[in-house]
């Protein structure tokens, strides 16, 4: 097992494991580690990718120098390895929205958690990381992104996963791959606001979109998470 590692904005590098037998095209695993003065890690990944992971970010820094441990929901694939990494990295803390926090973080986590309120910022020294509740969006009810200011990128986890093995980063469409992996899986939750909640986060104009799954994305955010609700107010919103 290989982990990569590519920077798609300053100081933001995504870490990706492919997985070859998930889908018809293979599954990407992505972590995002923001390098300041104090470090942040977006997914832990899976338990058993923590050496590969670990290896990967040992190519930049000494992985004890993490000090925030974060994910986007509580799922084997963004937390699994959590554990793990608070271990490695002795001053490390898991940073995660205050109903996350209470529902399952408290009593997951070796270390006791920060819990963080909807738009609370962590200033890690020259980035700053805005925490934004999105629940059940795209899934789990204490689903929440990460907003980095200084570089515009929305750490936006499941949102525009697609499968394949692509680049590190892209500039094309990333909506009509990720209906298709929609079409495939069904992960979402489909609400009445779904499609609200993709458009309040494409109020941010953020140009960078890192994705848990597939290709970052370089360009306009805003237009791609507009895009994304009118793809799935369409085909799964829409009452008949």
Same mark, same amino acid.
């Given at each position: 097992?290989?982990?990569?590692? /590519?920077?798609? @904005?300053?100081?933001?590098?995504?870490?990706?494991?492919?997985?070859? /037998?998930?889908?018809?095209?293979?599954?990407? %695993?992505?972590?995002?580690?923001?390098?300041?003065?104090?470090?942040? !890690?977006?997914?832990?990944?899976?338990?058993?990718?923590?050496?590969?992971?670990?290896?990967?970010?040992?190519?930049?820094?000494?992985?004890?120098?993490?000090? *925030?441990?974060?994910?986007?929901?509580?799922?084997?694939?963004?937390?699994?390895?959590?554990?793990?990494?608070?271990?490695?990295?002795?001053?490390?803390?898991?940073?995660?929205?205050?109903?996350?926090? +209470?529902?399952?973080?408290?009593?997951?986590?070796?270390? =006791?958690?920060?819990?963080?309120?909807?738009?609370?910022?962590?200033? !890690?020294?020259?980035?700053?990381?805005? $925490?934004?509740?999105?629940?059940?969006? =795209?899934?789990? *009810?204490?689903?929440?992104?990460?907003?980095?200011?200084?570089?515009?990128?929305?750490?936006?986890? /499941?949102? %525009?996963?697609?499968?394949?093995?692509?680049?590190? +980063?892209?500039?094309?469409?990333?909506?009509?791959?990720?209906?298709? @992996?929609?079409? !495939?899986?069904?992960?979402?939750? +489909?609400?009445?606001?779904?499609?609200?909640?993709?458009?309040?986060?494409?109020?941010?104009?953020?140009?960078? +979109?890192?994705?848990? $799954?597939?290709?970052? %994305?370089?360009?306009?955010?805003?237009?791609? !998470?507009?895009?994304?609700?009118?793809?799935?107010?369409?085909?799964?919103?829409?009452?008949?």
């Amino acid at each position: 097992m290989t982990t990569n590692l /590519d920077e798609i @904005a300053a100081g933001v590098y995504r870490l990706s494991t492919v997985v070859p /037998d998930i889908g018809p095209s293979g599954f990407t %695993f992505n972590q995002f580690l923001l390098d300041d003065e104090e470090p942040l !890690l977006f997914h832990t990944g899976h338990r058993s990718m923590f050496p590969s992971i670990r290896d990967a970010i040992e190519r930049l820094m000494p992985v004890e120098r993490l000090r *925030w441990i974060t994910f986007g929901h509580v799922e084997s694939d963004e937390c699994g390895a959590m554990n793990e990494f608070l271990t490695a990295a002795p001053e490390a803390q898991v940073a995660h929205g205050a109903l996350g926090c +209470l529902v399952s973080l408290n009593e997951m986590a070796d270390r =006791p958690p920060r819990p963080l309120g909807d738009g609370e910022v962590i200033d !890690l020294g020259t980035k700053r990381v805005r $925490h934004i509740d999105t629940p059940h969006v =795209p899934h789990g *009810w204490e689903a929440r992104v990460l907003y980095e200011e200084t570089t515009g990128t929305l750490l936006c986890g /499941d949102l %525009f996963t697609h499968l394949g093995d692509g680049p590190a +980063l892209a500039s094309g469409d990333i909506v009509g791959p990720a209906m298709e @992996a929609e079409a !495939l899986f069904r992960s979402s939750s +489909l609400a009445p606001d779904t499609a609200t909640v993709m458009r309040r986060l494409g109020e941010l104009a953020p140009t960078t +979109l890192a994705l848990m $799954h597939g290709s970052s %994305f370089s360009g306009d955010g805003a237009a791609a !998470l507009n895009d994304l609700a009118a793809a799935y107010e369409s085909q799964y919103l829409t009452p008949s």
